[in-house]
């Protein structure tokens, strides 16, 4: 079955930099392009950008330009996520998340399944 | 940049219908997508493409996206729906949520 299982829980202090891990199994890694998604606390869902596993492809949230950094390694099927320039307001579950429905084409893109979600505390 | 709108809050009371509504611009042009999100726990795809359930998904969800607003309907409400839920479209190369819906069962 579809599985991906992201790295634990992390705190940084304000300015610092955080890597989180996103491992997949149970399809074929290259055929799904990978979502991260963040939620602060009692907010809502916020979208940050898309890696196609298969082509190396990637497209940021506008927001995060500059400031997040999306890879992937193809021989342990793990896309990660680095943000840096921390401050209070990353505080959040993000979330990684394989595309409902493959690559995201011109019409449609939606987040199917998703991990456990990593905790991401920044304070001094 | 394009933007989705939710009501905060939806009540029903148990085994009736509830209907959550999701607006934006030429929403009906694009596809929508639902999520439920219990406390605590991960997202959910409940809807996608307008109106297709996800394997696993019960029959008493169903989505429409014939104008606007797009909707989320649960028909037979049950207590077990009681949850967030949240629109989501893709426009211009970027993923969109709507600000999310309480449905409180009641």
């Given at each position: 079955?579809?599985?991906?299982v992201?790295?634990g829980?992390?705190v940084r202090?304000?300015?610092?930099?955080?890597?989180i891990?996103c491992?997949?199994?149970?399809?074929?890694?290259?055929?799904?392009d990978?979502?991260?998604?963040r939620?602060?606390p009692g907010?809502?869902?916020?979208?940050?950008g898309?890696?196609?596993?298969?082509g190396g492809?990637?497209t940021?949230?506008?927001?995060f330009?500059?400031r997040?950094t999306?890879?992937r390694d193809?021989s342990?099927?793990t896309?990660?996520?680095?943000l840096?320039s921390?401050?209070s307001e990353?505080?959040?579950v993000y979330?990684?998340?394989?595309?409902q429905g493959?690559?995201?084409?011109?019409?449609s893109?939606?987040?199917g399944?998703w991990?456990?979600?990593?905790l991401v505390t920044v304070?001094? | 940049s394009?933007e989705?709108?939710?009501p905060p809050?939806?009540?029903v009371?148990?085994?009736q219908?509830?209907t959550?509504?999701c607006?934006?611009?030429r929403?009906g042009d694009?596809?929508?997508s639902?999520?439920?999100?219990k406390?605590?726990q991960?997202?959910?795809l409940?809807?996608?493409?307008?109106?297709?359930r996800?394997?696993?998904i019960?029959?008493r969800f169903?989505?429409s996206n014939s104008?606007n607003p797009?909707?989320?309907?649960?028909?037979?409400?049950?207590a077990?729906?009681?949850?967030?839920?949240y629109?989501?479209?893709?426009?211009?190369?970027t993923?969109?949520?709507?600000?999310?819906?309480?449905?409180?069962v009641?």
């Amino acid at each position: 079955q579809v599985q991906l299982v992201q790295s634990g829980a992390e705190v940084r202090k304000p300015g610092a930099s955080v890597k989180i891990s996103c491992k997949a199994s149970g399809y074929p890694f290259t055929y799904y392009d990978i979502h991260w998604v963040r939620q602060a606390p009692g907010q809502g869902l916020e979208w940050m950008g898309i890696v196609n596993p298969s082509g190396g492809s990637i497209t940021y949230a506008q927001k995060f330009q500059g400031r997040v950094t999306m890879t992937r390694d193809t021989s342990t099927t793990t896309v990660y996520m680095e943000l840096s320039s921390l401050t209070s307001e990353d505080t959040a579950v993000y979330y990684c998340a394989r595309d409902q429905g493959g690559s995201c084409s011109s019409n449609s893109c939606s987040p199917g399944s998703w991990g456990q979600g990593t905790l991401v505390t920044v304070s001094s | 940049s394009y933007e989705l709108t939710q009501p905060p809050s939806v009540s029903v009371s148990p085994g009736q219908t509830a209907t959550i509504t999701c607006s934006g611009d030429r929403l009906g042009d694009k596809y929508a997508s639902w999520y439920q999100q219990k406390p605590g726990q991960s997202p959910v795809l409940v809807i996608y493409h307008d109106s297709k359930r996800p394997s696993g998904i019960p029959e008493r969800f169903s989505g429409s996206n014939s104008g606007n607003p797009a909707t989320l309907t649960i028909s037979g409400t049950q207590a077990m729906d009681e949850a967030d839920y949240y629109c989501q479209a893709w426009d211009s190369s970027t993923v969109v949520f709507g600000g999310g819906t309480k449905l409180t069962v009641l």
